[in-house]
């Protein structure tokens, strides 16, 4: 089963940025989620970013198959 993994990023000039990607298991979703506040807080502290993320949510979403017995 395959995971989904978002991170919506919320930025100090109100603009926000939501990025994703597909991870193979649970557990590498999460350890990529527990990576998030480190990463946010080395873009913060670098002074060549002038704009500067305020807030962030990150989680996994197990991905399930659509249904496929009903016409669209």
Known sequence: ???ALFVVLLFLNNTSEI???VVPSL???EERV???SAK???YN???NNPIKITGFVAGCK???KAPQDHAV
């Open 34 to 36: 527990a990576q998030v």
């Open 62 to 64: 197990k991905l399930e």
């Open 1 to 3: 089963m395959s995971y």
């Open 27 to 29: 557990a590498m979703c």
């Open 19 to 21: 990025m994703g990607g």
């Open 40 to 42: 946010v807080e080395a």
């Open 45 to 47: 502290a670098d002074a």
